[in-house]
């Protein structure tokens, strides 16, 4: 990504993985290459990202195994936060936990309140390898938990429990895509 650039501009669009498919629930992989693929790998999450009208983007979600993650999301005072995070640590996640609505590019078109903390630390690096760390605070922080948890083979649906879950589920099976299988 050349600096001062706009994100995404020189990427293309990719697939999105859909709930059920197997790269959404496996741990991914660190990155060790960090040459001109992974700057292409991470204009194209953004692509996809600004096509699907998301406001974050894991790797594996259009199927790449790997460590990274995208984000151009508000916090709660409406302050845009954009950028990228390579081989990502989440090391704090504090503060009260909320319940908030919460969705996915990966289950698209649903919802369900789901238990984040409102405050929240990613450790990693970008794709030139420069050490960065990302506070957030708000939706902000429930965005970096999201992406994080998917780099670990976690999506919200796991999260959500009871009712909440069941409904979830329900709405899973009536959807217009079907699980692990894409649109139909």
């Known amino acids: 990504m050349r600096h001062g650039s706009i994100p995404g501009a020189r990427g293309r669009v990719r697939p999105l993985t859909l709930l059920g498919d197997p790269v ?14 992974l700057a292409r790998l991470v204009e194209d999450m953004f692509a996809t990202m600004y096509a699907a009208r998301g406001v974050g983007l894991a790797a594996n979600q259009i199927g790449e195994p790997l460590r990274v993650f995208v984000y151009d999301c508000p916090d709660d005072e409406d302050v845009r936060h954009l950028g990228h995070v390579v081989n990502p640590r989440l090391v704090e996640a504090d503060g009260i936990v909320l319940r908030g609505p919460e969705g996915c590019l990966s289950l698209p078109g649903l919802e369900a309140g789901t238990e984040r903390y ?8 970008t794709v030139t390898g420069e050490p960065v760390t ?11 938990q999201h992406e994080a948890d998917h780099l670990e083979g976690r999506v919200y649906a796991d999260r959500v429990e009871g009712r909440r879950r069941r409904k979830l589920m329900r709405q899973v099976a009536r959807a217009s895509w079907r699980p692990g ?4």
């Open 24 to 37: 959404l629930h496996a741990r991914c992989e660190d990155v060790t290459d960090f040459g001109p693929e």
């Open 181 to 184: 299988r894409g649109p139909v």
């Open 134 to 144: 990302v506070d957030g605070t708000g939706f902000f922080a429930r965005c970096l």
């Open 118 to 125: 409102d405050h929240a630390v990613v450790e990693g690096v």
